[in-house]
């Protein structure tokens, strides 16, 4: 396999076994924006909940409450980010904003103490984060032909990955050699973050694609409600409300025993080293075989990988088995959703289709989370996950049957 850089979506080179595959010059260089960004975000992530309860004498509540801020803010804002790449027509400037808010938060992190200034922070990062993500997304769809998108977004999060896998392992590292090193950790996370801010408003073209500039006129819902992004966001919500998050899933491991707590952030870096090594892979076979066929195949691997925590395997097992299997999870379903919503909309409202996608998700995933806990409370981690994961079991062949015809939709442009 060989990747052709080519800023011309329309270019016919091919592979010498005559399939294309390529992505543009744009969509490396997002990628390592996103690689260093996420460095920045989740080596502050990592140390977290132990700066804000061991360093700073925060309640576990008050995590929580942080914790929600940190997972909830940036769904709510996705749908603006959208909405202002397409109604202005410069998704980069967009992009520029959030990225740069990210950066700024990280800053006044250095100097917050309390709980009401730090959720303050911790909510202008995740706006950035809302705001950038769709405008970005829109940027690589527009600068891919459509036989090589799953590429693209693959290559795209293989990049973005290989940075959240890198960032708790410097935190690791620091905290190793610094005892209470936190404020350390955040200033080398703002570094990370002003030099993504720097690739790309220096590096990223403004309009990364051949596509026309698209008119300027008001921007209604059912440009872009179309019937086949309606179908994706039923199908995709119902999933995401049977998503049990990483968190949960790693402290059931941890519940087993068989490992200390300490080790616990490194569970995130084996998911993402799994994220990363299979997100190219798996955005080629989208590309070949549908990728509405690879978002429910990838959720088949979630609910593989409660089954791998519920049940009595050996805890060595059972973490490494999970642990791929979520980040299988990740790398057909991230990327990919991104992807197909992007081609059933038209193109002058890609970023708000993507959004709409993206946030559905998001929103999901959080009641999710907050069911879960209470299933928790209830029965305990295992039989928890027994019961989303039966649920999710006679999920899947409806979600199958209603997002088959996906895979042959898409909106031309025009």
Known sequence: MYITLSDRPASSRRTPDGRRRRVAPVVVTLGFVSLVTDISSESVAAILPLYLTASLGLSTMSYGFIDALYQGVSALVRIGGGWAADRGGHPKWVALVGYGLSAVARFFLLFSTGLAAISVVISTDRIGKGLRTAPRDAMISAATPDESLGFAFGVHRALDTAGAAIGPVIAFVVLWWIPDGYLTVMVISLGFAVLGVALLGLLVPDRPSAEPRPERRPLAWRDVATPGLVRLLLVAGALGLLTV??????????????????????????????????????????????RATVLIWGHGALLASYAAVAFSWSIAASTVIALLLLGTFYAATDGVIAALAGRLVPPPVRASGIASAQTVVALARMASSAGFGVLWFAFGPQAALVVV????????????????????RSVSPG
Do not use: K
């Open 245 to 290: 998050g990483d968190g949960f899933i790693y402290l059931a491991l941890l519940d087993r025993g068989g490992f200390a707590a300490h080790w616990f952030p490194l569970l995130y870096v084996g998911t993402n080293i799994a994220y990363l090594s299979l997100a190219i892979p798996i955005g080629r076979l989208a590309d070949r075989v549908g």
């Open 389 to 408: 994961g039966t649920v999710l079991l006679v999920a899947l062949p409806v979600a199958r049957s209603a997002v088959r015809r996906l895979d042959l």
